[in-house]
């Protein structure tokens, strides 16, 4: 889990599980304070449509932070489903709810199934709080599997004794006998062999030289470099007041390998950048900057699902600004920052 707020990464686990029909899961996020590892396990609702996983904290049910839980605040998120190399994972953004006291936060969550369940301690955490029988992916062990486990033990030790080998000594003496006649075949095809060698190592050598050449002369592939040929679109503007803005870029829902070159005002600040649900950041400096400032997406390729999308999160001071981006390879999405009049 990735807070926008406070720029941090933090433990985080889901089990979601099948109960008379019903969905329920539970959630812990683990957290270090000053050296010192805290916890909180809640209960969740939980939704299914479709690929998406929705899930809502409804309680929390066990906790040792170092100051009491905010009341009335609860965690959304809306997590797409997805199988990479045989492996689940879910990910996607959660927010809070706004109240009276606090600000909503955002920012990503990226969790992937365990194979091992009983290392993971959010399951050792119910275990200790005696909810293990309301998860029905865990496996239950049966009484009589150490039984079974004996006999097998027991019904392999006379095959081990036995030593069949011993009686076929008859067998090795007559091996012996032949091993001559043996011998001069294959020294006649080992001679052969060595005829053959001085032009098979010379084929190969013929063969691997343009691979080399081939090699040596390939040139790595320059950012944005069909800028030229593309329709820049502007979505939106943006007035800012600080004299730095933080731009934060992520995939738009589910990764699927976008990758985008950054401009500004023309020139490429942030080259070949790969869209995950972690977030990569650039500052930018702008107080000798008199003018507007354009930011260009571009996008170097589509990724598995076509358009290109992302999601440019920019911090001016205090204030905070999402903007959803998409493009392909004809046109580049653009947000233009102007300076606001104090």
Known sequence: MYNDTTEQNYRYEIAISEKNGKLIGYSQTIFLDEGKEYYGVKKLRVTIEGNKVITQDLKLLENNYPVKAPKGVYVLNVLNFEMKHD?????????????????????????????????????????????????????????????????????????????????????????????PVKEKRAAKEKEITKAKEPAETKEMVVKKEPEIKTISEAKPKQAAAEIKGR????????????????????????????TVSVLMNGDVIMPMVGLSTKAVHKTIY???????????????????????????????????????????????AAIVFRRKEK
């Open 231 to 258: 329709i820049i679109e502007t979505i939106q503007s943006v007035n800012y007041t600080s004299d730095s803005l933080t731009i934060s870029l992520y995939d738009n829902g589910e990764v699927d390998g976008d």
């Open 286 to 332: 702008t107080k000798d900057i008199t003018d507007s400032i354009q930011i260009v997406m571009y996008a170097e390729n589509l990724g598995t699902l076509p358009p290109n999308t992302g999601l440019l999160i920019v911090y001016d001071g205090k204030e905070r600004y999402e903007i959803r981006f998409s493009g392909d390879l004809k046109k580049n």
């Open 87 to 179: 492996v689940m994972m879910l990910s996607g953004m959660f927010s809070t709810n706004r109240t009276k006291q606090y600000a909503p936060a955002t920012g990503y969550i990226h969790i992937e199934k365990k194979v091992d369940v009983k290392q993971s301690p959010l399951v050792q955490q119910l275990e200790k709080m005696g909810l293990m029988d309301e998860l029905s992916f865990v496996p239950v062990e049966k009484p009589g599997d150490a039984i079974v486990t004996k006999i097998e033990t027991v019904k392999e030790e006379p095959v081990a004794k036995a030593k069949p080998v011993e009686k076929e000594k008859p067998a090795e003496e007559k091996i012996v006998k032949t091993k």
